[in-house]
């Protein structure tokens, strides 16, 4: 994530990310209280552009604000610094992780007057790779969202998705699809999910989902090819009728689905919809012309 000359930005500062530091006190790092960001930038011929960047920085204060956790830079701010430290880095395609955090000593149990921003960024390819996923229907439901606001990218929420990722790998799958307390499939530990049946895409609606960037995105993309996409409650059952399935996130982009619990999709991820998308995906997020030249091949 960093060497020795990489810089990270903290509370108005860019300092050598290897000396960035921080209280043990905080409730931060004792409750999970935190809120972050996943945001990429891509190399277009434009130069590098952050993909997204209001987007992410309008969910971050509201992720913030949903939890009661101070942001003091806007979102034209935030993008700034994205951009800076992109150029201090030398960073062209790049992970960004803003963080903000409780940074002064305080163990109660009570919102925190202030709060600090941290900005790191990296080189990071998809981060679960190119190949198919071999996904496992975790036995860790996603957390119940009148307990806490699931729509807000809260730290702590990510204890679920630790657990749940771990428990799959340990099984020997290469990631876990978690239902919500209704045993309907919501997502993945950090991606939303599409399956695809009789020409057209199926995904969870709001409720127990992050409604990520990447899947509005997916949405937009379908839609535009004249891809139908049903925002409907499914069970696992429904999948045993499905051709194709991937999963979309900033930082996994899209990947396809091999299978889930063993049983595989019939078509190749390249001959789906979502093989289809996912080169679209690509293709909007580098920038340019490419995106509209693509001449449209449905599969299905
Ligand atoms: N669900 C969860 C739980 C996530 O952590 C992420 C990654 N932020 C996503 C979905 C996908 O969201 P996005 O497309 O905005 O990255």
């Not at 960047?53 to 949903?66: F, G, K, P, V, W």
């Not at 009661?68 to 030398?90: D, K, M, W």
């Not at 429904?238 to 595989?264: D, H, I, R, W, Y």
Request: glycine share 10%; hydrophobic share 40%.
């Amino acid at each position: 994530y960093f060497s020795s000359t990489t810089l990270a930005y903290i509370d108005g500062d860019f300092i050598k990310a290897d000396g960035a530091q921080s209280t043990l006190y905080s409730q931060s790092l004792h409750y999970g209280y935190a809120v972050f960001e996943g945001i990429r930038a891509y190399n277009t011929p434009q130069g590098p552009r952050v993909f997204k960047a209001r987007e992410h920085y309008e969910r971050l204060h509201y992720s913030c604000q949903a939890i009661g956790l101070p942001l003091h830079q806007s979102v034209a701010e935030l993008t700034g610094i994205t951009y800076q430290l992109l150029e201090r880095n030398g960073l062209q395609d790049a992970y960004i992780r803003p963080l903000v955090f409780a940074a002064e000593p305080h163990m109660g149990l009570t919102t925190p007057a202030s709060s600090s921003l941290f900005m790191a960024a990296w080189a990071w390819g998809k981060y679960l790779g190119d190949k198919s996923l071999r996904l496992l229907v975790s036995p860790y439901q996603r957390p119940n969202p009148k307990a806490v606001p699931l729509e807000a990218k809260v730290a702590g929420h990510y204890v679920n998705s630790i657990i749940a990722s771990s428990h799959a790998k340990a099984q020997g799958y290469d990631e876990a699809l978690l239902l919500d307390g209704e045993g309907f499939v919501a997502e993945g530990p950090g991606a939303n999910f599409f399956f695809e049946k009789g020409g057209e895409l199926y995904t969870a609606p709001a409720g127990s989902i992050l409604r990520g960037i990447t899947r509005n995105t997916i949405v937009e993309l379908a839609r535009e090819a004249g891809i139908r996409v049903r925002e409907e409650f499914f069970t696992p059952d429904a999948l045993k009728e499905a051709t194709g399935a991937f999963m979309t996130g900033t930082a996994v982009e899209v990947v396809g689905v091999a299978s889930v619990n063993e049983q595989q999709f019939s078509k190749p991820f390249s001959e789906t919809l979502g093989g289809y998308i996912a080169e679209r995906y690509q293709a909007l997020v580098r920038g340019g012309d490419l995106a509209e030249k693509m001449p449209f091949r449905k599969t299905a």
